[in-house]
């Protein structure tokens, strides 16, 4: 059981480094959504099952969700103004 939790905390730990280094923002968050689910398996090993549902769900869910569909606009932004740059040159 030690060993599971020494594997939880560098795999967090390197997560949490890995965020920062990622070129890609796409990288970023699935990064994010990954160490989530790895803090929602340490809370279901403290025996806090009520953190580890809200740590799944918000944490990993929702928040990755949300900064999927931000990444998808800030996106489809960029497309609009690279067409109107296009419209403009010619």
């Known amino acids: 059981m030690e060993a599971l939790n020494i594997v939880l905390l560098l795999f967090i730990l390197a997560c949490a480094i890995a965020v920062g280094r990622a070129k890609s923002l796409l990288a970023s ?29 918000v944490g990993a869910g929702i928040s990755s969700l949300l900064m999927f569909i931000a990444l998808k606009k800030i996106h489809a932004i960029k497309e609009e103004g690279a067409k109107e740059d296009e419209e403009e040159q010619k």
């Open 29 to 57: 968050v699935i990064i994010f959504m990954s160490q989530g689910l790895a803090m929602s398996i340490v809370w279901i090993l403290l025996q806090a099952p009520d953190l580890a549902i809200t740590e799944a769900a």
